[in-house]
């Protein structure tokens, strides 16, 4: 009750706030721009409403790509993890490599990637898992480091191979972990989404955004935000559903 | 012998924790090991279970000093039942190592809960069984793998007064059904001298015995009796008080 409640009444405060400055002119006035520059809460509600087909049509764009960006960055993100958990060589190597790749600035290499790769979907891929690969790294290594030493021992006098020994133990301690890299990664995933679309795309939330910043259409540009966030609520939703289902022990 | 051990030797480095120990065992025979806090006992056990190599001196177990994890269970303080398995599961994580298939290796660790006094919790979750239940699926787990040693890296001392007295009680009992040679580490003196043969005091780093003393009533089946009696005491006393002097 209280989990629904306190999100849904913080919510409402926060909007009926935002209703009221922006009604009364309040925050045109204060910014110094014209009315329709600053839509109410209730005018970005109806133009969802209008533009529904359009917001559709370009939510599917974007959430195909956030959907394959993130299973792609998920399947690399735990394979990085595991080999560099089994080998110290390719940790010692490769942990810099995989912090490093974090601090390309996505508004430069996303147009690099759209001339080396063109408009379709692969470069946007490349962008959402480029930044969602690395919290899913990080907290899955980490996991598999947390195994309790003595466990390790104890597992080693009953006769655990390697595998054994990474099935039964080191992938189930991890495996927590690596659900709160996932959901890190969902919750960002949406925002590697719209600049790879900025940097060059026909469709897309990201793409609508910005045509809609030339067009002055700012209401429904927050209307666009409102549907990438509930595509992102709705991913981070589904990883913590999976969670509770596979982590049953905790 | 089962457990002979000549001028062992080991140090982490420049910290020397055992030096020119000499310990043997015979088949069965219990051994319990006290001595002051982070004077070496865990480490004698890891030595002796394989889990490291001594830096100097012999070790072996059952006549051969190669492949001693094949030969040795390890069971330390905290029970460590893998969360994310049943206790059966847990039990018969030894068997399904070895290849064994689940179900095969589920009947046959299934077999050994009623007289461990878990019949009924097969299912259950490790989080959902008390302190000595834990303990005794852990136990079952080590019995069920079949090794000849027995290594306890005081195996009771996560659990309450009352609990550890009633599983000193029990594994008594369950060493009288299925005997085993045991290397018993504890800070309990009194729990030293009820389970074992005989109890070596250890000195303070770097480990040597500095005092061996045999048990009056070794896994006696009135505990309270057994460690009240007079002799009982008597050892414990000369045991107390090589530790302090040691």
Redesign the interface.
């Given at each position: 009750m209280r989990r629904w409640l306190l999100p849904t009444l913080l919510l409402a405060a926060l909007l009926g706030a935002w209703q009221l400055a922006a009604s009364t002119g309040l925050m045109a006035t204060f910014f110094g721009v014209p009315d329709f520059l600053v839509p109410s809460p209730a005018e970005i509600a109806s133009s969802l409403w209008e533009n529904r087909s359009l917001l559709a049509e370009n939510a599917w764009v974007t959430l195909r790509e956030i959907l394959f960006g993130f299973a792609c960055a998920v399947v690399v993100g735990l394979g990085f993890a595991v080999a560099m958990h089994l080998s110290e060589t390719m940790r010692y190597a490769t942990y810099p490599l995989v912090v490093a790749s974090q601090t390309i600035p996505i508004l430069v290499i996303a147009p690099i990637l759209i001339i080396w790769f063109g408009f379709g979907i692969l470069p946007k891929l490349f962008i959402i898992a480029l930044v969602c690969f690395f919290p899913i790294v990080v907290a899955t290594l980490d996991g598999l480091r947390s195994v309790?030493p003595?466990?390790i021992?104890?597992?080693?006098?009953?006769?655990?191979?390697r595998w054994?020994m990474f099935r039964?133990?080191e992938a189930?301690t991890a495996l927590p972990f690596a659900f709160s890299g996932a959901k890190i990664a969902a919750a960002i995933a949406p925002i590697g989404a719209v600049f790879a679309e900025w940097a060059g795309s026909s469709a897309g939330l990201g793409w609508l955004i910005q045509q809609d910043s030339g067009l002055y259409e700012t209401a429904r540009q927050f209307a666009t935000v409102a549907v990438l966030s509930a595509i992102a609520l709705g991913l981070f939703g589904l990883i913590a559903l999976i969670e509770r289902r596979v982590v049953?022990?905790? | 012998m089962s457990v002979s051990i000549r001028g062992l030797g080991h140090s982490y480095g420049e910290l020397r924790t055992i030096d020119r120990l000499d310990l043997e065992a015979s088949e069965h025979e219990a051994i319990g090991l006290v001595g002051p806090s982070g004077c070496g006992k865990s480490t004698l056990l890891?030595l002796v279970?394989?889990?490291l190599e001594p830096g100097a001196g012999t070790l072996s177990v059952a006549g051969e000093s190669g492949g001693r994890?094949?030969r040795?269970?390890?069971?330390?303080?905290?029970d460590?039942l893998?969360?994310?398995?049943s206790a059966l599961d847990n039990a018969a994580?030894?068997l399904?190592?070895?290849g064994l298939g689940r179900t095969e290796a589920r009947a046959r660790a299934a077999a050994l809960f009623e007289r461990f006094g878990l019949a009924g919790f097969e299912r259950a979750?490790p989080?959902e069984l008390s302190g000595g239940m834990r303990q005794r699926v852990a136990f079952l787990?080590?019995l069920v793998?079949g090794?000849p040693l027995l290594?306890l890296d005081e195996p009771f001392a996560a659990l309450d007064a009352i609990t550890r007295a009633e599983m000193q009680e029990w594994l008594a009992g369950a060493l009288g059904t299925d005997p085993r040679t045991v290397l018993l580490v504890t800070h309990d003196v009194e729990e030293a001298l009820y389970l074992s043969d005989r109890v070596m005091v250890l000195s303070a780093r770097p480990a040597r015995i500095v005092a061996e003393l045999r048990a009056p009533h070794p896994r006696a089946a009135d505990r309270d009796a057994a460690v009240t009696d007079p002799a009982f005491v008597a050892i414990r006393e000369q045991a107390l008080h090589a530790l302090r002097r040691r």
């Amino acid at each position: 009750m209280r989990r629904w409640l306190l999100p849904t009444l913080l919510l409402a405060a926060l909007l009926g706030a935002w209703q009221l400055a922006a009604s009364t002119g309040l925050m045109a006035t204060f910014f110094g721009v014209p009315d329709f520059l600053v839509p109410s809460p209730a005018e970005i509600a109806s133009s969802l409403w209008e533009n529904r087909s359009l917001l559709a049509e370009n939510a599917w764009v974007t959430l195909r790509e956030i959907l394959f960006g993130f299973a792609c960055a998920v399947v690399v993100g735990l394979g990085f993890a595991v080999a560099m958990h089994l080998s110290e060589t390719m940790r010692y190597a490769t942990y810099p490599l995989v912090v490093a790749s974090q601090t390309i600035p996505i508004l430069v290499i996303a147009p690099i990637l759209i001339i080396w790769f063109g408009f379709g979907i692969l470069p946007k891929l490349f962008i959402i898992a480029l930044v969602c690969f690395f919290p899913i790294v990080v907290a899955t290594l980490d996991g598999l480091r947390s195994v309790d030493p003595a466990a390790i021992k104890m597992l080693r006098t009953l006769d655990a191979s390697r595998w054994q020994m990474f099935r039964r133990l080191e992938a189930p301690t991890a495996l927590p972990f690596a659900f709160s890299g996932a959901k890190i990664a969902a919750a960002i995933a949406p925002i590697g989404a719209v600049f790879a679309e900025w940097a060059g795309s026909s469709a897309g939330l990201g793409w609508l955004i910005q045509q809609d910043s030339g067009l002055y259409e700012t209401a429904r540009q927050f209307a666009t935000v409102a549907v990438l966030s509930a595509i992102a609520l709705g991913l981070f939703g589904l990883i913590a559903l999976i969670e509770r289902r596979v982590v049953t022990w905790r | 012998m089962s457990v002979s051990i000549r001028g062992l030797g080991h140090s982490y480095g420049e910290l020397r924790t055992i030096d020119r120990l000499d310990l043997e065992a015979s088949e069965h025979e219990a051994i319990g090991l006290v001595g002051p806090s982070g004077c070496g006992k865990s480490t004698l056990l890891e030595l002796v279970c394989g889990l490291l190599e001594p830096g100097a001196g012999t070790l072996s177990v059952a006549g051969e000093s190669g492949g001693r994890l094949g030969r040795c269970a390890y069971m330390p303080q905290r029970d460590l039942l893998l969360p994310w398995y049943s206790a059966l599961d847990n039990a018969a994580l030894a068997l399904r190592n070895r290849g064994l298939g689940r179900t095969e290796a589920r009947a046959r660790a299934a077999a050994l809960f009623e007289r461990f006094g878990l019949a009924g919790f097969e299912r259950a979750a490790p989080a959902e069984l008390s302190g000595g239940m834990r303990q005794r699926v852990a136990f079952l787990g080590t019995l069920v793998a079949g090794k000849p040693l027995l290594a306890l890296d005081e195996p009771f001392a996560a659990l309450d007064a009352i609990t550890r007295a009633e599983m000193q009680e029990w594994l008594a009992g369950a060493l009288g059904t299925d005997p085993r040679t045991v290397l018993l580490v504890t800070h309990d003196v009194e729990e030293a001298l009820y389970l074992s043969d005989r109890v070596m005091v250890l000195s303070a780093r770097p480990a040597r015995i500095v005092a061996e003393l045999r048990a009056p009533h070794p896994r006696a089946a009135d505990r309270d009796a057994a460690v009240t009696d007079p002799a009982f005491v008597a050892i414990r006393e000369q045991a107390l008080h090589a530790l302090r002097r040691r």
